[in-house]
T-cell receptor
Framework: DTEVTQTPKHLVMGMTNKKSLKCEQH?????MYWYKQKAKKPPELMFV???????INESVPSRFSPECPNSSLLNLHLHALQPEDSALYLC??????????????FGPGTRLTVL | AQKVTQAQTEISVVEKEDVTLDCVYE???????LFWYKQPPSGELVFLIR??????QNEISGRYSWNFQKSTSSFNFTITASQVVDSAVYFC????????????????FGRGTQLTVWP
């Protein structure tokens, strides 16, 4: 199994809603990532988990709350989002951290619209 | 500091034409890795290739080829006999072993090149 899966594919939510994005991989990777991508822009790194511990938080607003319950799962909890948070949210994974050579494998993304 | 520049924002070609996507990078580190990713309209980034700074051999994979030149800090990507299915955004990216962000997981992306192949 060489894929990263993400659910849901599309999500529409109001500014007062609470929702969660889910990401799963079964490649034995121990690093997992959340990216945000706006149209016609490269992905922007949000969070990195290494061995289920948060190693990078790119000063992301607290209305985004990541969680890594085990080595295969990564969640992104959303609360009180703003319309400007509408974007494609990508999850990625890679083999154990500390190796700059490791390529990241991306999931298909969740297209989020905040009304 | 790590930086990747993809000067071509959009390229349009007709099927069967060859096309080259440019990537220029900046790093002061001696050990680094360069990557190309493809992002079709569906959204998923697909890993295409990784090249390390010590290996300047060009690589060919089917219709794809990559030209790595350290002297000009470039890692260009050529698609031969392009097809409509090649239409996508292509990103070049960089990580270096001496950059703390890289070892923690940060990939430095270029802004991407939108390739459109017309039938």
């Amino acid at each position: 199994d060489t894929e990263v899966t993400q659910t849901p594919k599309h999500l529409v939510m109001g500014m007062t809603n609470k929702k969660s994005l889910k990401c799963e991989q079964h490649m034995g990777h121990r690093a997992m990532y959340w990216y945000k991508q706006k149209a016609k822009k490269p992905p922007e790194l949000m969070f990195v988990y290494s061995y289920e511990k948060l190693s990078i938080n790119e000063s992301v607003p607290s209305r985004f709350s990541p969680e890594c319950p085990n080595s295969s799962l990564l969640n992104l909890h959303l609360h009180a989002l703003q319309p400007e948070d509408s974007a494609l949210y990508l999850c990625a994974s890679s083999p154990p951290m500390g190796l700059a050579s490791n390529e990241q494998f991306f999931g298909p993304g969740t297209r989020l619209t905040v009304l | 500091a790590q930086k990747v520049t993809q000067a071509q924002t959009e390229i349009s070609v007709v099927e069967k034409e060859d096309v080259t996507l440019d990537c220029v990078y900046e790093t002061r580190d001696t050990t680094y890795y360069l990557f190309w990713y493809k992002q079709p309209p569906s959204g998923e980034l697909v890993f295409l290739i990784r090249r390390n700074s010590f290996d300047e051999q060009n690589e060919i994979s089917g219709r794809y080829s990559w030209n790595f030149q350290k002297s000009t800090s470039s890692f260009n990507f050529t698609i031969t006999a392009s097809q409509v299915v090649d239409s996508a955004v292509y990103f070049c990216a960089l990580r270096s072993t001496a950059d703390r962000g890289s070892t923690l997981g940060r990939l430095y992306f270029g802004r991407g090149t939108q390739l459109t192949v017309w039938p």
